[in-house]
């Protein structure tokens, strides 16, 4: 399984398009990795977790084709996660021309919340065509199937109004958990992933919050409880790999703090167009 990180920042992007606070300022200054665009991610060059507002200029810089997408796996409907002006593009006659005589769609899996987004995407952009996108309703706990792979929807620890999404995912051999957005996962979603009866091979956690405290995202603190309570699961082992994703400027320290505090512990920091061939 491959795993490419599209982006690794946080809604505001890191450094903040707008901000002058010292971790932005530093940022900037050393580049690199420290560079940001907002997160999402794909796997095996087909099937995009999340739709960035940045993917356009994030396919063009990695060499992205995003015409051979045919799925799009949703974990919540903030705007850095679903652009719904991409869906609209997605659907709009004349935006996207077809090389098949058959109609080719995007199929887009979420909560129901996902659905009203594409909805109100649809009636918004008068040439669209609405058989360009094709909702697919998942639900908590219960696999279901996209471009070859098997996800299984947990819920997050995230936005209170909305019912968001973490994934496990799998081929039958090569096991991943992608978790972002969100805070330390409830104990109900901790039996869930332990029920599963799987063993990750890759851990990718949300570490927004950095050295602060968790709230709705995870920090330093809670990235190390997870990791430890996946072990005790017998949900991780020796071979498990940890990569820290959707850094934000609010944890006041950049990629680079980062790693130094969190590689001694296991942890890789993800950045920018970085690959993790999973096995």
């Not at 609209?88 to 909560?111: D, F, M, N, P, W």
């Not at 039958?172 to 969100?182: I, P, S």
């Not at 330093?220 to 017998?234: D, S, V």
Request: with cysteine; glycine share 10%.
């Amino acid at each position: 399984m491959k795993l490419q990180y599209i982006g690794t920042g946080a809604a505001e992007g890191f450094p903040g398009m707008f901000c002058r606070c010292e971790a932005c300022e530093r940022a900037r200054k050393k580049g690199g990795h420290n560079l940001k665009t907002r997160s999402c991610a794909m796997i095996n060059d087909r099937i995009l977790i999340d739709l960035s507002p940045d993917l356009y200029a994030q396919s063009l810089l990695l060499g992205l084709e995003l015409g051979k997408v045919k799925d799009l796996v949703v974990t919540h409907t903030h705007k850095d996660h679903l652009d719904s002006f991409f869906l609209e593009l997605r659907a709009k006659e004349g935006a996207v021309k077809q090389i098949h005589k058959e109609e080719s769609y995007l199929s887009v899996y979420g909560s129901s919340f996902v659905q009203s987004v594409i909805h109100k995407a649809l009636a918004e952009e008068p040439n669209a065509r609405a058989s360009r996108l094709k909702y697919v309703p998942v639900e908590t706990g219960t696999w279901f199937q996209a471009g070859g792979l098997s996800f299984c929807p947990l819920k997050a620890n995230h936005k209170k109004d909305e019912l968001c999404y973490i994934y496990a995912v799998t081929d039958g051999v090569t096991n991943l958990l992608y978790a972002n957005d969100t805070g330390t996962p409830s104990a109900e979603t901790l039996e869930l992933i332990e029920s599963l009866g799987l063993v990750f091979h890759a851990v990718s956690m949300d570490c927004a919050r950095g050295t602060l405290p968790g709230d709705g995202h995870m920090g330093i603190r809670e990235n190390l409880e997870l990791k430890l309570h996946l072990e005790q699961m017998g949900c991780a082992g020796e071979g498990t790999r940890y990569y820290l994703n959707h850094l934000s400027h609010m944890s006041g320290i950049i990629h680079d703090d980062l790693q130094t505090l969190m590689g001694p512990e296991g942890f890789t920091v993800a950045y920018d167009g970085m690959i993790v061939n999973i096995k």
